[in-house]
């Protein structure tokens, strides 16, 4: 049948997403949906050990927000784009946060623009916030914190003290434009209620091979055994290989002047014998049999507290200098107001008389003192250190 050559909104949103089309010849999204091959990873481990972090996590939010947050789940079940994509709504904000150690691959969250827009409102205390750069780094901070929390139990749970992931970027999108793995993933849904009357949800996704990664491992799975000695590598087939069909025959004299003990003395066993005679009479290097090898070990970047190890290792930077500055206060003028200063210009800053005022290191906010005189100099005593809830406050502008 001939088109007009006019595109379908459907046909728009594959182009967008980069699926073809043309199979599903037009049809709604929901019945171009085609089964999810379910990825190898173990849903149960997956579910079991994303649940147990949920209550930090809601602690986690509840601190950055100021809000009473409860955030339950996972369910988690096998997806892909196409499967994926229709259960969602018009606009979502992607958050990356890929995993580049440990478990290597692509680890990310998606929440509906309102769920996003609630979070960067409390966040900012700013009602009818726009989801603008700043509210992107707004949640982006969220997710930090909730991916280190995650790495943190993760760790503890299989013992891999190299895994990190990127610093996470969040980008508010149409769904047809989300950045999803390849192929099956896995998905986990959350529900969050953020104390403002309607739930929110929340989507986390891993992509097939640390999905399968972390599930093997949460799971007890450990490292694949070394294969065993290949068939004739032992003493008679590796000697008759090397010997190029000799036999034992031909090594029995050589055998029997050696003895066995004096085997025994050279340290190695029969095995270990045939495979390293078979490869210098072959030409190659001697089999000395398998190597093991350990994988590199990293230290965890998300550690919650400093063990002594790592309090020593602060110990190298203690005196390096950094600039602290003390804020009597700030103000906005017009650049016309600017231009026209003069000598006995008065200019009211945002702070009252008597106030604290601000102690800044590296033009972050740190602490806060009130101002005193030491001889003929002035100085400041502090009276309070700024919790970390409020440096991201005022750092994002609340």
């Given amino acids: 049948m001939m088109s007009d050559g006019a595109l379908s909104q459907d046909e728009i949103d594959a182009l967008l997403s980069g699926v073809d089309s043309s199979s599903g010849g037009g ?35 509840a601190a950055l927000t100021g809000a009473a947050v409860t955030l ?18 018009g606009m979502v904000t992607v958050i990356q946060a890929n995993y580049t150690s440990g478990f290597p691959g692509e680890h990310l969250f998606l929440l509906p623009e309102e769920s996003a827009r609630a979070i960067a409102s409390l966040m900012t205390k700013e009602e009818n916030i726009t989801l603008d750069d700043m509210a992107m780094s707004v949640i982006g901070e969220v997710v930090s914190q909730m991916v280190g929390t995650q790495i943190t139990a993760m760790t503890d749970k299989t013992g891999n003290k190299s895994i990190a992931a990127a610093s996470p970027t969040a980008n508010n999108v149409p769904k047809a434009t989300a950045a999803l793995p390849a192929g099956d993933f896995a998905v986990m849904s959350y529900s969050i209620d953020l104390g403002d009357g309607p739930g929110h949800q929340m989507w986390e996704i891993l992509g097939a091979s640390p999905a399968a990664d972390i599930s093997n491992s949460l799971s007890g799975g450990g490292s694949k055994p070394a294969p065993a000695a290949a068939p004739g590598m032992g003493m008679q087939g590796g000697m008759q290989q090397g010997m190029g069909g000799m036999g034992m025959q031909g090594m029995q004299m050589p055998m029997q002047g050696m003895g066995m003990q004096g085997m025994g003395g050279m340290g190695m066993d029969m095995s270990q014998m045939g495979g390293m005679m078979g490869g210098m009479m072959g030409g190659g290097m001697p089999n000395m049999g398998p190597t093991n090898v350990s994988p590199v070990q990293f230290p965890n970047l998300m550690q919650p507290r400093l063990g002594p190890h790592e309090a020593g290792n602060i110990g190298l930077i203690m005196d390096v200098s950094m600039e602290m500055t003390v804020e009597l206060g700030r103000t906005r003028k017009l650049i016309k107001e600017i231009l026209g200063m003069g000598e006995g210009t008065i200019i009211e800053l945002d702070k009252l008389a008597g106030e604290p005022v601000d102690i800044l290191v590296n033009h972050k906010l740190i602490a806060k003192g009130e101002v005193v005189v030491i001889d003929e100099n002035f100085g400041v005593r502090v009276t309070e250190i700024v919790s970390p809830m409020e440096r991201i406050n005022d750092m994002y502008g609340a």
């Fill in 27 to 61: 049809a709604p999204a929901a019945t171009m949906t085609a089964p999810a091959n379910h990825a190898n990873f173990n849903k149960d481990a997956l579910e079991r050990f994303f649940a147990s972090t949920t209550n930090a996590l809601s602690a986690n939010l």
């Fill in 72 to 89: 339950a789940g996972p369910e988690v079940e096998s997806n892909n784009r196409d499967g994926f994509l229709a259960a969602l709504p």
